[in-house]
């Protein structure tokens, strides 16, 4: 029975082609025929959110499976988090800021630690993981605002330099006491690219990873186009949509570090959470806002932070030495207006919001 039934089709089938090509040969000088185009599974957007290290995730990828990561995501979240989180107080970083050596567990920490290595010596020590201490003791880590006026803050910079650390791919040691370490400037874009890896080893190529405002993007969007990011405008109470620019993201990591937020006022100074590992006291010039592009968001991010360091002149210089980035630097004019600098390859795909 199943047999003849499979015969019918069959038949059926070839009958209907021959119908076809009958129906085209008569046709043929009647101009173009419209065929019957094989339907594709329709590709599905899928956008899962939640929080991780004290802030918000937003994932959007393009899946024709339409799976749902959530579950994968948080979980690996969750074991990064247990290596890289100065709030966690038995996780991998915690433990080595309370001893003299760690041997690593997960492979979190040696990733950073060279990611670090690389933007520390390219800044010249502007960006230093080791500046934990000053920016516990200026109020910005764990413990809250801790400064006091007899804080000695010329010890504490004898406890930073990365350089005083020495690490391989199994172990980390310290070379001098007291060092603390702190990746906060780098973990959400490490964090970010952990993510994108998962998505990708799924088999996703088109995908969007943002946590906490810095970002990967690969492929396109639902539409076919390349993933547009908004800047925001360089204020304290600026809203997310409160825009100063759009940047169209071609298969590329972006970060952004600023100081209008994140600080707090202090016998009438205002205190920035950016600290200068030299001199040990919060940054003060007119760089308002440093947006970074690199190929991984570990590097945009640590770059992102150096820049926001070093100020506008030195930013501009770093740009034009290194090949592997593009920025988007933001300051306050003599007359307080907002200025821009953007890298030439990078003005393309950058356009200005109308005030």
């Known amino acids: 029975m199943r047999s003849n039934q499979q015969k019918n089709i069959l038949y059926s089938l070839v009958l209907l082609l021959l119908v076809l090509a009958v129906y085209l040969w008569r046709n043929r ?21 939640g929080q991780t290290m004290g802030t918000t995730y937003q994932i959007t990828y393009l899946d024709e499976e339409g799976r749902n990561f959530k579950n994968e995501v948080d979980s690996l979240l969750v074991v990064f988090n247990q290596s890289l989180s100065t709030y966690i107080p038995d996780s991998e970083i915690s433990r080595f800021n309370q001893q003299d050596s760690l041997v690593f567990e997960l ?37 809250g605002p801790e400064l006091k006026d007899s804080v000695d803050i010329q010890n504490l910079l004898s406890k930073v330099g990365f350089d005083k650390l020495r690490f391989d791919d199994t172990e980390v040691r310290k070379s001098v006491n007291g060092i603390y370490l702190d990746f906060s400037a780098i973990a959400k874009g490490q964090g970010v690219d952990v993510v994108a890896a998962l998505l ?13 405002g810095e970002l990967v993007a ?58 200068d590992p030299k001199t040990g006291f919060p940054v003060r010039h007119n760089l308002l806002s440093a947006t970074v592009l690199a190929p991984d968001c570990m590097t945009a991010d640590a770059f992102a932070t150096a820049m926001m360091v070093m100020g506008l002149e030195k930013a501009i210089a770093l740009d034009e030495k290194l090949e592997e980035i593009e920025v988007f630097l933001i300051y306050s004019g003599e007359d307080g207006s907002y200025q821009s600098f953007v890298s030439e390859s990078l003005k393309p795909f950058l356009s200005f919001m109308t005030e």
């Open 200 to 212: 990708a080893s799924k088999g996703i190529e088109n995908y969007l990873v943002e946590i906490g």
């Open 107 to 143: 492979p979190f920490l040696p990733q950073v630690l060279e990611a670090s290595k690389e933007v520390y010596q390219e800044t010249e020590g502007a960006f230093d993981p080791t500046v934990g201490p000053l920016v516990n003791v200026w109020g910005f880590g764990p413990g």
């Open 218 to 275: 690969r492929g396109v969007n639902d539409k076919g186009e390349i993933w547009k990011i908004g800047v925001n405008r360089p204020e304290e109470n600026a809203s997310s949509s409160d825009l100063y620019s759009i940047i169209a993201l071609d298969n590329k990591a972006m970060a952004t570090s600023g100081n209008y937020r994140n600080f707090y006022v202090r016998d009438s100074m205002k205190i920035s959470h950016t600290i």
């Open 29 to 49: 000088d009647q101009g173009a025929v419209d065929l019957p185009i094989r339907q594709e599974t329709a590709v599905q957007r899928i956008t899962i959110t």
